[in-house]
């Protein structure tokens, strides 16, 4: 199933492409051809057509010297993202044949910057749980272990590029839906400070939980395609930054106060693999020997002050747009979420609001005492497929995936920027998979996390692809 893809980074594919060694027509050809034959559950779509005629687009912008820094790299988008004329149906049955008629900004953003969409990539209904198995296709696969799950909700971008079809996919993160799949597949996925990429022009913001942003296999792409997209639109809410990511990896680090952190947050009681703790404990030990003070982090707080996320969550959930009479094509998770939702008031959705407000000042206030936090991105490995989907019961889900995402939702809820790095690798029931260390910092640290993730990245190498299964 892997293409040229699985041999190159998107940098070095774009530089490939710039050099006159590979042509962007055999570029897509390959990538296309990978999709087609994905086993993973990775697309919902390919778009063979769509993809043919951006890549003669680039060719002649190719021959015009257009500088575009990702000029013939394949990159599909997540199918919670319009393309104007494809799919847009969201993982969901009841948004079955639905068409978009507009590009969402990032799309634009990404056209800009040369890469070439070959596809959508799939996603759970509406890019709710944390794992993705969408009744309108096969469940998200994990390369390293076709048992388990690739992750969500970014699962099928994560199956994409973790199995060579593209070196970088499009993705989004609600509550960990970058970061979940990238410790799923051993990937680099980065959940950027709130308002670094903007939702505009045609999205809002609302409470600031949600932002796009990548998966990749290098630090470099991640800055890179950052690069590309960051930055503003008219009318944003929340002020953003611009370019510098890239630059940032060069510099030399020293000297930070690094808390390691392996408790979970979210479910005190959850239990955490000892693997996963291994993989922040080995992140700590290598940026020690780099000249950072490592020390242990305190909880920053409680379940119930994490509680407004699941107010805001569940209004999100009844948020998305259902055709009228289609509610009964919801799965159950959805239902019950929305359910929630309408039983929130006003008053108490405000509440939520102004609660997660105050719990970005006490994470400011406990954590004050550090540049960044190392936790575990997750607290087991890759999950069994359907061992976290439970049909019967929405809010036994719920709680299985809160207790196996105990930190992710974290840096959702008070907008700070957090990445997780593929630094750990150990075998699991007979089968090596992949934990993910997550590094967090304060909001606009984007460029440091980075920094530290590149250090952790050369120190420590971790393998572009999965290991040839047994």
């Known amino acids: 199933m892997a293409g040229i893809a699985a041999e190159l980074s998107a940098l070095e594919l774009a530089a490939a492409i710039r ?21 993973l559950g990775a697309f919902a779509r390919v778009e063979r057509g769509y993809a043919e005629a951006a890549a003669a687009q680039a060719q002649r912008r190719l021959a015009d010297g257009d500088p575009a820094p990702l ?12 393309v104007a004329g494809l799919g847009f149906e969201g993982g969901s049955r009841a948004w079955a044949g639905n068409v978009a008629e507009i590009d969402d900004g990032i799309v634009t953003r ?30 998200a696969r994990t390369p390293w272990d076709r048992r388990r799950s690739a992750g969500g909700s970014s699962g099928g971008a994560a199956a994409a590029v973790a199995s060579g079809v593209v070196p970088l996919a499009h993705g989004s993160d609600g509550g960990g839906s970058i970061r979940i799949p990238a410790a799923c597949c051993g990937l680099v996925g980065l959940k950027p400070s709130r308002g ?27 800055a890179a395609v950052l690069d590309a997209v960051a930055g503003p639109w008219p009318g944003d809410h929340f002020p953003g930054a611009t370019g510098g990511f890239s630059v940032a990896l060069a510099e030399r680090v020293r000297g930070l106060r690094v808390g390691l952190l392996t408790e979970p947050v979210l479910v005190p009681d959850a239990p955490v693999h000892p693997q996963a703790r291994a993989a922040a404990e080995r992140a700590a030990r290598l940026l020690g020997e780099f000249g950072h003070e490592v020390s242990e982090a305190p909880v920053p707080f409680g379940p119930q002050e994490w509680s407004a996320f699941e107010a805001l969550w569940a209004v999100a959930a009844l948020s998305a747009p259902v055709p009228e009479g289609r509610e009964d094509d919801l799965v159950p998770l959805t239902r019950w979420l929305r359910e929630r939702g309408r039983s929130v ?27 960044v936090v190392l936790t575990p991105t997750l607290a087991q490995p890759p999950a069994m497929i359907g061992s976290l989907r439970d049909d019967r019961d929405p809010a036994a889900d719920f709680a299985a995936q809160t207790a196996y995402t105990p930190w992710t939702s974290i840096y959702n809820l008070v907008g700070r920027p957090a990445i997780s790095v593929p630094v750990h690798r150990a075998e699991v029931d007979g089968t090596e998979l992949p934990f993910g260390a997550m590094l967090g910092g304060p909001a606009g640290s984007d460029r440091l996390l980075l920094a530290l993730a590149a250090q952790l990245e050369a120190a420590d190498p971790w393998p572009a692809t999965p290991p040839a299964p047994r």
């Open 19 to 39: 050099a006159g060694e590979l042509s962007i027509a055999e570029v897509t050809a390959a990538a296309l051809a990978a999709a087609e034959a994905d086993s």
């Open 71 to 82: 000029l013939g790299v394949p990159c599909p988008v997540k199918d919670l993202t319009r």
């Open 110 to 139: 990404l056209r800009a910057a040369g890469t070439i969409m070959i596809g959508k990539t799939s996603t759970p209904e509406f890019g709710l749980p944390c794992y993705t198995e969408p009744d309108l296709g096969p469940p």
């Open 196 to 222: 670094v990429i903007s939702p505009g022009p045609h999205g809002v913001d609302g409470p600031g939980l949600a932002t796009q942003g990548f998966l990749t296999r290098t630090v470099a792409d991640t």
């Open 345 to 371: 008031t006003g008053q108490q959705y405000a509440e939520a609001i102004a609660a997660a407000q105050r719990l970005e000042r006490t994470v400011a206030a406990r954590w004050a005492g550090f540049d």
